[in-house]
């Protein structure tokens, strides 16, 4: 089952900022944040291995709340560079030590 | 710097050919993936490899098959290629719990 991701879309003008949430209706052992620009390859953004551990780099950073099944993905000071589609991905707890559960993305557009 | 090369960006395929689609890492990862990805869908898991000839069912199996003969190269199978099979697929490779690595993609077309 896939993690829900919301919003579906979301557009900023430059230096707004966003979130982004994924939710799980299963135990998640961690969460995994990709970034895909158009015509490329997702990219790695982060890993969030512990419930209620926050990391970052630069201006994006992301949550994971254990108790809620939840993680966020927070872009402060958007830059046009931040536009693409944004994916979480989860290994549930309990689950396959292989398979990463990708969420259906968020479509993030940041306008001049 | 990971590599993971797919073997076409664009292929052009008939309704009932047999199709392999390449892929090939270069950090000796024991676990390989490939994903079709569709608009509104995301990316989605067809099958994966955590070991040379070991392989699992992803998400949506049905109408592929897969080969991992040496730990470098996964191979995609579609045995016979019909119309909804159109679309982006993706390889990656990791270690285990560890950030996926994407080729740049192969967008198939069956006509």
């Known amino acids: 089952q896939q993690p829900v991701q919301s919003p579906q879309a979301v557009i900023l003008r430059e230096g707004e900022d966003a979130v982004i949430n994924c939710s799980s209706s299963?135990?998640?052992?961690?969460v995994h944040w990709y970034r895909q620009k158009h015509g490329e390859a997702p990219v790695f953004l982060m890993i969030?291995?512990?419930?209620?551990e926050q990391k970052g780099h630069d201006k994006i950073s992301a949550s994971f709340n254990e108790k809620k099944q939840q993680s966020s993905l927070y872009l402060t000071a958007s830059q046009l560079s931040y536009s693409g589609t944004y994916f979480c991905?989860?290994?549930?707890?309990?689950?396959?030590?292989?398979?990463?559960?990708f969420g259906k993305g968020t479509l993030l557009t940041v306008n001049p | 710097d990971v590599k993971v090369t797919q073997s076409s960006r664009y292929l052009v395929k008939r309704t009932g050919e047999k199709v392999f689609l390449e892929c090939v890492q270069d950090?000796?990862?024991?676990?390989m993936f490939w994903y079709r990805q569709d608009p509104g869908l995301g990316l989605r898991l067809i099958y994966f490899s955590y070991d040379v000839k070991m392989k699992e069912k992803g998400d949506i199996p049905e109408g592929y098959s897969v080969s991992r003969e040496k730990k470098e190269r996964f191979s995609l199978i579609l045995e016979s290629a019909s119309t909804n099979q159109t679309s982006m697929y993706l390889c990656?490779?990791?270690?285990?719990?560890?950030?996926?690595?994407f080729g740049d993609g192969t967008r198939l077309s069956i006509l």
């Open positions: 990656a490779s990791s270690l285990i719990h560890q950030p996926q690595h």
């Open positions: 299963k135990a998640l052992y961690s």
């Open positions: 969030l291995l512990k419930g209620g």
């Open positions: 991905g989860t290994y549930y707890s309990g689950g396959s030590n292989y398979k990463l559960t």
């Open positions: 950090m000796d990862h024991e676990n």
